[in-house]
């Protein structure tokens, strides 16, 4: 039987539903297209569900709020009440029906153990579950119990569910310590229903300055929009001189100072620029008040100044008090915490397993959260090492905690360790799993000057050039590719194009089978992912080079799950053109398919007679490839460059890249203007590569 909906439920309050609802749906959304989101029974319909409105905005769903739940508690007490439970499930067998016959899958969230009360139970869960015929997902909360009342609770859980009808899932035990899952790993060992383990997670129980300001409508007096992800370990009141204060500072603390306890803060803001202190994560104060102009003046002056500053209107007594009782939440901005969060399920789980237990139609369609997700576990399941030579820009920097905290690619930092770690710090970032190398200090300095002297000494290189070259960060984070200390590189952030591929070109070089240096753009489409190249590197190549840019952008294509259909781009297509451009592009397509007959390929042919289908009909109506081409190869830069952010920007198309091909190991260019989520894809792109040519 197909499956087409999944039914999550958690026995205890906080055992992690939202958790393990994202952890599928990354693995839905990698595989299908229109997915929803249904929770049968919310708090109320006059307040907002932080569930469906995570999910729907974290995960793009097409699908509105109102579809997204079945009643509130006060409808089903009333329905329950009246001993009117059938009439109940009926209506919620419609609702959910609806979804099912207008989406590939649903994936729904059962009630809250917070909802519960004397009228709704527990067991409410598993007969909607049986009735919308969804197969059945329990969360245990293992944090206050033995191993072996977790153990019983897996045992009851699932012959109850199953003695109701319910098909098994799995099961997942969150919260757990090492000796709780080393304990539980013996007890399951021949158990028959599939149990998923997941350890405790402090930072993920840990409110955030987002949190804050969300909880006690704290007014911001300084905030950079990225620092509300900021985690908050604990909560210090500044009551003591500052000579003493200072002793009990920890990292991450958030301190509650009135803002006119001016040697405070100046003393704060000393802990910061020294690495005598732990790095706090926020201050607020108290009362409303703000800090003397002459502070403020101080502090709008630095360089770098990374930490939030709140105020609130509550006296010092009532803050500390409220922060107690704000709840940590993972939201849509919490960047961090869901990289963590999804790190932790992916380790954990078998992908596979619960890929091939869903059974579902595989949609054709391809979106950009599809492309991405695919990506990320691809990256996940053969991690390599990648080096990012550009540690003194703060998007390097969160990109490679995201990085880490998703599994994605074990990172290398190059520079100074001090000042990386000061950096990182600063930022609030836990990069403490990165390997870093002070290139200008390492014990491969010499090994990595010899080698690059002993390649390139024919071509004039003396000695001290070479030691200069490798003395930069492009250069040495290239070489550590080369010889096997990375597998790949990403640079460019600040660094140009030419910077980042010179090393490239002089150090890793092309493969055999290729001798131009190329790139490719994935455009991002709103159901499919189209291959632009080349719109980076080459500025106007000839008909040869040309073939090989559509033959590197084919086998690219390819290799990320992107069946090859090459459109040769001109402004004329087949035979009703001529002059030197158009002969070039005629040329270039009979070079490949000499090379590569068996490759689907057609040129020369405009833009829309290889996108669209009705022209092609038209123009070209035996082609196999016109009107469904995947692979775009332009003629020269200019067309390319202009043509990719036309569409970018046109079409609110997300534009991946460049990403360069052709060399022996891969090298990857940012733009200057990148975000982190780009430095993130590129990463992840480049491991998949790495990946690829080992």
């Known amino acids: ?285 108290p009362f409303d008040m703000r800090a003397h102009p002459n502070i403020q003046k101080l502090i709008s002056g630095l360089k770098h100044f990374n930490v939030p500053i709140l105020a609130v209107p509550t006296d010092t007594y009532e803050t500390a008090k409220n922060l107690a009782n704000v709840k940590p939440r993972i939201q849509v901005t919490s960047q961090r915490k869901i990289a963590l969060a999804l790190g932790l399920f992916n380790s954990s789980v078998d992908i596979q397993a619960i890929e091939a237990k869903i059974a579902s139609a595989v949609s054709t369609v391809l979106t950009p959260m599809m492309f991405e997700y695919k990506l990320f576990e691809s990256a996940r399941l053969n991690k390599k090492r990648i080096v990012l030579p550009e540690s003194s820009d703060d998007r390097i920097l969160r990109a490679a905690e995201i990085i880490l905290r998703r599994e994605v690619a074990d990172i290398t930092l190059i520079g100074e360790e001090k000042k990386i770690r000061e950096s990182y710090l600063r930022l609030g970032l836990d990069l403490s799993k990165v390997t870093i190398i002070d290139h200008l200090n390492s014990s491969l300095m010499q090994e990595f000057v010899t080698t690059f002297y002993e390649m390139r000494k024919a071509k004039g290189l003396t000695l001290r050039a070479a030691e200069d070259a490798m003395g930069n960060t492009n250069y040495f984070g290239t070489m550590m590719v080369h010889l096997g200390y990375a597998d790949g590189m990403v640079s460019g952030a600040i660094h140009s194009t030419g910077e980042t591929i010179r090393p490239a070109l002089q150090i890793i070089k092309t493969t055999p089978d290729i001798k131009i240096v190329s790139s490719v753009f994935f455009m991002c489409l709103e159901t499919k992912v189209l291959v632009y190249g080349d719109c980076a590197v080459n500025q106007d190549p000839n008909a040869n080079e040309l073939a090989q840019i559509a033959i590197s952008s084919a086998k690219t294509a390819a290799s990320f799950g992107i069946t090859p259909k090459v459109a040769m781009l001109s402004y004329s297509t087949g035979e009703s053109g001529s002059g030197a451009d158009v002969d070039k592009v005629r040329e270039a397509t009979n070079i490949v398919k000499a090379k590569n007959p068996e490759l689907l390929i057609e040129g020369p042919i405009q833009y829309d007679a290889a996108i669209d289908k009705d022209v092609a009909l038209a123009k070209l109506p035996n082609s196999k490839v016109a009107g469904e081409a995947t692979v775009f ?62």
């Open 1 to 285: 039987m197909n499956i087409k909906s999944l039914f999550i439920s958690a026995q205890e309050k906080s055992a992690g539903t939202l958790f393990i609802s994202m952890g599928m749906m990354e693995i839905l959304k990698r595989n299908l297209h229109r997915v929803a989101f249904f929770r049968p029974i919310i708090f109320s319909k006059n307040v907002k569900d932080a569930d469906i409105v995570f999910m729907l905005k974290r995960y793009n769903l097409n699908i509105a709020y109102e579809d997204a739940y079945g009643f509130d508690v006060e409808y089903v007490e009333n329905m329950i009440s009246k001993n009117q439970i059938n009439e109940l499930i009926n209506e919620l067998i419609v609702k959910f029906k609806k979804l099912e016959s207008a989406y590939d899958f649903v994936l729904c969230e059962g009630i809250h153990k917070s909802f519960l009360t004397s009228t709704i139970g527990y067991d409410l869960n598993i007969k909607i579950a049986q009735n919308f015929g969804a197969p059945y997902i329990n969360i245990i909360n293992a944090q206050n119990l033995t191993a072996k009342e977790v153990y019983e609770n897996i045992l009851i859980e699932n012959k109850s569910s199953t003695c109701q009808g319910c098909t098994h899932f799995a099961t997942f035990v969150n919260r757990l310590d090492d000796t709780k899952q080393k304990a539980l790993e013996e007890k399951l060992k021949n158990y028959e229903f599939q149990t998923y383990l997941l350890k405790e997670i402090p930072e993920l129980d840990m409110p955030t300055i987002g949190d804050v300001i969300d909880g006690l409508g704290a007014k911001t007096v300084v905030l950079n929009p990225e620092d509300v992800t900021r985690v908050i370990r604990g909560v210090k009141v500044a009551a003591l001189t500052l000579d003493n204060f200072l002793d009990h500072i920890q990292e991450d603390d958030l301190i509650i100072v009135a803002a006119d306890r001016s040697e405070i803060i100046l003393g704060l803001l000393g802990t910061l620029y020294s690495s005598a202190y732990p790095n706090i994560t926020g201050i607020i104060f």
């Open 633 to 694: 190869i332009f003629p020269d830069l200019n067309t390319g460059n202009n043509t990719y952010k036309a569409v970018q920007r046109s079409s609110d198309a997300i534009a991946i890249g460049p990403i360069l091909q052709g060399l022996n190991k891969p090298i990857n260019d940012l733009s200057r203007g990148c975000l982190v989520e780009d430095i993130v894809n590129t990463v992840a792109i480049t491991a998949i590569q790495a990946g690829q040519n080992r």
